[in-house]
């Protein structure tokens, strides 16, 4: 599995959550919401470090990453991260893993 970020997206991170270079965001698991690639579960964010990182990506100073723990949701498929200036949210792509 691999992640991407747009630097949109970063940006938006960036203001959302207050973070700075040296920071990092952590894309997790949990049980309900919409709009997953699992039923019953969705995609989370939290402002944290990473400890046991299955991908990173580094953007602007501030690693984005996903707990090899959470792996099993992203079987098969990548996690791509992107700004929608429609909708002044960011938006998950999970185009299939090559």
Avoid at 30 to 47: D, Q, V
Avoid at 48 to 57: A, M, Y
Avoid at 83 to 92: A, G, L, P, T
């Amino acid at each position: 599995m691999q992640i991407s970020i747009t630097k949109p997206a970063s940006n938006w991170f960036v203001q959302e959550m207050d973070l700075e270079p040296g920071s990092a965001v952590r894309f997790y698991v949990r049980y309900g919401g919409i709009g997953g690639i699992k039923e019953g579960f969705s995609l989370g964010i939290t402002a944290e470090q990473p400890n046991d990182p299955i991908t990173t990506e580094e953007v602007q100073g501030i690693t984005f990453f996903v707990e090899r723990s959470d792996a099993w949701y992203f079987e098969g498929v990548d996690l791509s991260v992107k700004y929608s200036r429609k909708w002044d949210d960011i938006q998950y792509e999970y185009p299939p893993h090559n």
